[in-house]
Every structure is written in C-alpha cells, then in structure tokens.
C-alpha cells in the first residue's frame, strides 16, 4: 500500500521515539495536517493556540523527558512564530525538531503569498542542519539526518517541506550513485515495536 510523504513523516518520527508533537495548523502543512490523524496510535498531537508555545512546549518536553522534542508549524509567518521557542531550546542545549512548511516548489523564488527564505532565517537556530526537501525520496535521509542531530548534539534541527510535496506519493531513494541511505539508529526492542506497529512483522 503506498503512502504519501506526510504520512511517511508522522511514520518515521515515532521510530526514532518521537512521541508527541506540538502545532498550530495551516495551510503550509495541510498535507501534514491530515496525515496526523492516521498516526494518533502512536504520535500524540498537541494543538495549541499558537506557533510559538508549540516550540516552547517541545522543548520543555525535550527537558522534562529526555526525549526529541518535536513542533511544526505553516510556511510564512506561522513558521518564524516558532523561533523564541526554538531559541529557549537551543540556550538549554535540548533536542528539539521543527517541521515547517513552505509555498509549493514552483512558486519558491517568485515572493508567492507567506513566502519567505526559511533557509536563512533559521541559520542560526536550526545551524547545525536545516534542509528543504525538494523530492519524495529525500525525505527518509532528511528526517534520519535532522533527529540523528538534534539527538546527538542537543540542539534544535529542522526540515522544510513544501506544501506540494506532502502530498505527493513517498518513494525510497533508489540504490544508485548519487543518492544518501539512512536507517533508524534505536534499540532493538524499540524497532522490533515500531516494526510491529507497521505491520512489517
């Protein structure tokens, strides 16, 4: 049964032990919107009045459970509301994950409605990564790679995802030249229940 990138996002996030995640939604992430209710098994959604308390409540989370802390919020305005809270993270040095969404690919670079250079706007807060995804396949590496980081480094990473793309069909990277492979670093225990939640067991 194929899946659509959000879905793959809200997916992946729990096997690497993301449990909940805080938002506001919008239509820079309708896409990802959507997919949570598919997921609520297994990631808790926390919908609050506003982008930032999403960002502060995920990291008080990171604080108080010792787990990644994970927010998103829409393209535009919605996205730059989470940086107080992600700079509250990454003073306390605990990993937080933001998700934001962005203007559809064929718009970027034509100043379409909410559209903003994220890349650069996050540069000091999200420094050690923050990636636009561009395919359905680079979204596997994106999301290994910025938990990977923000795990292991203790600060705040974050994933770009325009909203034409969340929709689109998830796809693996195919095994070529060219092309990055991730996997879920985590227990045992851990992946044989993720793998069991899947139904790939």
């Known amino acids: 049964m194929s899946i659509n990138v959000s879905d793959f996002v809200w ?8 449990n909940r995640v805080y938002c506001y939604p919008g239509d820079g992430v309708g896409g990802l919107d959507v997919a949570l209710e598919k997921v609520k098994d ?5 919908q609050i009045c506003h982008e930032e308390m999403a960002a ?7 604080k108080f459970t010792r787990q990644i ?26 990993p937080v994950v933001a998700v934001v969404g962005q203007q559809a690919r ?4 034509a100043h379409y409605q909410q559209e903003m250079d994220l890349q650069s706007l996050f540069k000091d807060v999200a420094g050690d990564f923050i990636a636009t995804a561009s395919m359905p396949s680079r979204l596997r590496h994106l999301i290994d790679r910025t938990v990977r980081i923000a795990s292991t480094k203790r600060t705040v990473t974050r994933v770009i995802i325009p909203n ?4 689109l069909t998830y796809e693996d990277s195919p095994l ?3 092309t990055t492979i991730s996997s879920i670093a985590m227990r045992t225990a851990d992946r044989i229940r993720a793998l ?3 139904g790939e067991l």
């Open 164 to 167: 034409d793309l969340q929709e």
């Open 106 to 109: 064929t718009a970027i670079g």
């Open 11 to 18: 997916q992946r996030l729990p096997e690497w032990g993301g």
């Open 42 to 46: 297994s990631l808790q959604y926390i």
């Open 56 to 62: 502060f409540m995920a990291s008080a989370h990171a």
């Open 176 to 178: 070529a030249h060219g």
């Open 69 to 94: 802390g994970l927010s998103y919020a829409t393209s535009g305005p919605g996205a730059t509301h989470l940086l107080t809270g992600l700079y509250d993270a990454k003073m306390d040095h605990v």
């Open 196 to 198: 069991a939640r899947r």
